[in-house]
C-alpha cells in the first residue's frame, strides 16, 4: 500500500490540531495541539498507523507537540532458541571453569585432586550462584517487557575465558517501549530481580565462610565496596591484624553478582541505568551519561595518586589499582555509546513512586561499586 503525507494527516487530525506539517528522511512529522491525554492519543495512532506499516512517536519540540510517524518500528526476527541455549550452555561450563579456579579450602582440595570428572564438582558452587543471579536478572528484564507487551529477545548470555566466566547477559529490545514509566520498569526490573538473588546468596556464603590468618605469600582478594564492607563488618566485625575473610564460592558468586549490577546501573546510553535516567530526565540523560564517563575518569585518576602516595607503591601497582575505573570508562565510551531509542509516548511524565525507585537505584550503584575490583 502507498501510504502518503495527506492519508497520514486523516489519520491524526482528529488527535492532532495541526499547525505544521514536513517530512524528514522518510518520518512524516506533524505538530500542534493535542486534543486528548497523551495516552490515549497513542492508542487510537497505534491503532490507525499499524495497519498501514508506520509507528507513531509522541514528542514534544519547541514548546509544540509532535506526531511522528514512523516506518514499523518494530524488529520481526525469527527465532533462534537454539543460540540462547547454546550460549547458556557454554557460560555454564565458563562458570564452572571460573568456580574451580577460585574454590580453596581442605574439603574443595581433596575434590580437586581427584581424578574423576567429579573434581569439577568444586566450581558449582560459584557457578550456580552467579548463574542465578544473573539469569534471575534477565528473566526480570522480559516477564517485565512481556506484561507490558513490547517485543524482547531471550536473554543471550556471554561466556568469557577468563575472570568470572562471564560477561553476564543481554536482552534485545525490538520494540520501542510505550512511555518512561514501561521504560523505567522494564529497567529497574531486571537489577532489582537479580538482588532478591544476591543478598540471600552473600548472607548464605558469609554464613559458610570464616576468618583465617594471612598466608605465608600473601593472597588476592576481590575489593570491597560500602555494601559488602558493610556486610563482613556485621557478619565477622573487626578483623584482627594478619587475618583475612576466606569467602566461600557463593559468597565470591555474589560478590560478582553486585558488581555486574552495579555496572548495568551506571546511567549511560543501553545498559539498565541508562534507561532509568531516559525514563527519569527525557532527552537529558545524554548529558548524564557522558558526566558519568567524565566522574569515572576523574575517580581513576584521584585512585591512581592515591596509590601512588601510599608507602611502598610505585607507578606500575598505583595504575594496576586503579585501572578497573579507566577501563569502565573506555568500553562505555566505545562500546555502550550515549545514545537511547525514546519510548512511543514521551510526553507523559513518570510516576512519582517510580523516581523514588529510581533514587533506590542511585544509592545501590554507589554502594555496590568496589574502588578496587581486586587487591
Same mark, same amino acid.
Given at each position: 500500500?502507498?501510504?502518503?503525507?495527506?492519508?497520514?494527516?486523516?489519520?491524526?487530525?482528529?488527535?492532532?490540531?495541526?499547525?505544521?506539517?514536513?517530512?524528514?528522511?522518510?518520518?512524516?512529522?506533524?505538530?500542534?495541539?493535542?486534543?486528548?491525554?497523551?495516552?490515549? /492519543?497513542?492508542?487510537?495512532?497505534?491503532?490507525?498507523? !499499524?495497519?498501514?506499516?508506520?509507528?507513531?512517536?509522541?514528542?514534544?519540540?519547541?514548546?509544540? @507537540?509532535?506526531?511522528?510517524?514512523?516506518?514499523?518500528?518494530?524488529?520481526?526476527?525469527?527465532?533462534?532458541?537454539?543460540?540462547? @541455549?547454546?550460549?547458556?550452555?557454554?557460560?555454564?561450563?565458563?562458570?564452572?571453569? /571460573?568456580?574451580?579456579?577460585?574454590?580453596?579450602?581442605?574439603?574443595?582440595?581433596?575434590?580437586?585432586?581427584?581424578?574423576? /570428572?567429579?573434581?569439577?564438582?568444586?566450581?558449582?558452587?560459584?557457578?550456580?550462584?552467579?548463574?542465578?543471579?544473573?539469569?534471575?536478572?534477565?528473566?526480570?528484564?522480559?516477564?517485565?517487557?512481556?506484561?507490558?507487551?513490547?517485543?524482547?529477545?531471550?536473554?543471550?548470555?556471554?561466556?568469557?575465558? #577468563?575472570?568470572?566466566?562471564?560477561?553476564?547477559?543481554?536482552?534485545?529490545? !525490538?520494540?520501542?517501549?510505550?512511555?518512561?514509566?514501561?521504560?523505567?520498569?522494564?529497567?529497574?526490573?531486571?537489577?532489582?530481580?537479580?538482588?532478591?538473588?544476591?543478598?540471600?546468596?552473600?548472607?548464605?556464603?558469609?554464613?559458610?565462610?570464616?576468618?583465617?590468618?594471612?598466608?605465608?605469600?600473601?593472597?588476592?582478594?576481590?575489593?570491597?565496596?560500602?555494601?559488602?564492607?558493610?556486610?563482613?563488618?556485621?557478619?565477622?566485625?573487626?578483623?584482627?591484624?594478619?587475618?583475612? %575473610?576466606?569467602?566461600?564460592?557463593?559468597?565470591?558468586?555474589?560478590?560478582?553478582?553486585? #558488581? %555486574?549490577?552495579?555496572? *548495568?546501573?551506571?546511567?549511560?546510553?543501553? #545498559?539498565?541505568?541508562?534507561?532509568?535516567?531516559?525514563?527519569?530526565?527525557?532527552?537529558?540523560? !545524554?548529558?548524564?551519561?557522558?558526566?558519568?564517563?567524565?566522574?569515572?575518569?576523574?575517580?581513576?585518576?584521584?585512585?591512581?595518586?592515591?596509590?601512588?602516595?601510599?608507602?611502598? *607503591?610505585?607507578?606500575?601497582?598505583?595504575?594496576?589499582?586503579?585501572?578497573?575505573?579507566?577501563?569502565?570508562?573506555?568500553?562505555?565510551?566505545? #562500546?555502550?555509546?550515549?545514545?537511547?531509542?525514546?519510548?512511543?509516548?514521551?510526553?507523559?511524565?513518570?510516576?512519582?513512586?517510580?523516581?523514588?525507585?529510581?533514587?533506590?537505584?542511585?544509592?545501590?550503584?554507589?554502594?555496590?561499586?568496589?574502588?578496587?575490583?581486586?587487591?
Amino acid at each position: 500500500m502507498l501510504v502518503t503525507e495527506e492519508m497520514l494527516r486523516r489519520s491524526v487530525e482528529d488527535v492532532l490540531v495541526v499547525r505544521d506539517r514536513q517530512l524528514r528522511g522518510g518520518i512524516f512529522v506533524f505538530r500542534g495541539i493535542l486534543t486528548m491525554q497523551p495516552g490515549r /492519543a497513542l492508542d487510537v495512532l497505534i491503532e490507525r498507523f !499499524r495497519p498501514i506499516g508506520y509507528t507513531p512517536f509522541l514528542r514534544e519540540e519547541a514548546g509544540a @507537540v509532535s506526531v511522528q510517524a514512523w516506518p514499523l518500528a518494530e524488529t520481526v526476527l525469527p527465532r533462534r532458541v537454539f543460540l540462547n @541455549v547454546l550460549l547458556f550452555v557454554v557460560t555454564c561450563l565458563s562458570t564452572l571453569a /571460573a568456580g574451580f579456579s577460585f574454590a580453596g579450602s581442605p574439603t574443595f582440595d581433596a575434590l580437586r585432586s581427584s581424578t574423576s /570428572a567429579a573434581r569439577f564438582l568444586v566450581g558449582v558452587p560459584f557457578a550456580a550462584t552467579l548463574m542465578a543471579i544473573l539469569s534471575v536478572h534477565e528473566l526480570g528484564h522480559y516477564f517485565t517487557a512481556r506484561h507490558y507487551r513490547a517485543a524482547v529477545s531471550l536473554p543471550y548470555f556471554i561466556p568469557a575465558p #577468563l575472570g568470572f566466566g562471564t560477561f553476564g547477559a543481554i536482552i534485545l529490545m !525490538r520494540s520501542p517501549a510505550r512511555n518512561r514509566n514501561s521504560l523505567f520498569d522494564i529497567a529497574a526490573a531486571g537489577p532489582l530481580a537479580g538482588l532478591a538473588v544476591a543478598f540471600p546468596a552473600i548472607l548464605l556464603g558469609f554464613a559458610w565462610s570464616s576468618v583465617v590468618p594471612v598466608p605465608p605469600g600473601g593472597y588476592v582478594a576481590f575489593g570491597d565496596s560500602l555494601l559488602t564492607w558493610a556486610l563482613t563488618y556485621v557478619r565477622f566485625g573487626p578483623i584482627p591484624p594478619g587475618h583475612m %575473610v576466606f569467602t566461600h564460592p557463593i559468597a565470591d558468586a555474589a560478590w560478582a553478582g553486585f #558488581l %555486574v549490577t552495579a555496572l *548495568n546501573l551506571f546511567p549511560v546510553g543501553q #545498559l539498565d541505568g541508562g534507561r532509568i535516567a531516559y525514563a527519569l530526565f527525557g532527552r537529558h540523560h !545524554r548529558v548524564i551519561g557522558k558526566a558519568t564517563v567524565a566522574t569515572l575518569l576523574v575517580v581513576g585518576v584521584a585512585s591512581f595518586l592515591w596509590g601512588l602516595s601510599a608507602p611502598g *607503591n610505585d607507578a606500575v601497582s598505583a595504575m594496576a589499582a586503579s585501572l578497573n575505573w579507566f577501563v569502565w570508562a573506555a568500553l562505555i565510551f566505545f #562500546l555502550v555509546g550515549f545514545h537511547h531509542s525514546p519510548p512511543l509516548d514521551d510526553l507523559s511524565p513518570i510516576s512519582p513512586g517510580r523516581r523514588v525507585v529510581g533514587i533506590v537505584c542511585l544509592v545501590l550503584l554507589i554502594v555496590m561499586t568496589p574502588p578496587f575490583v581486586i587487591h
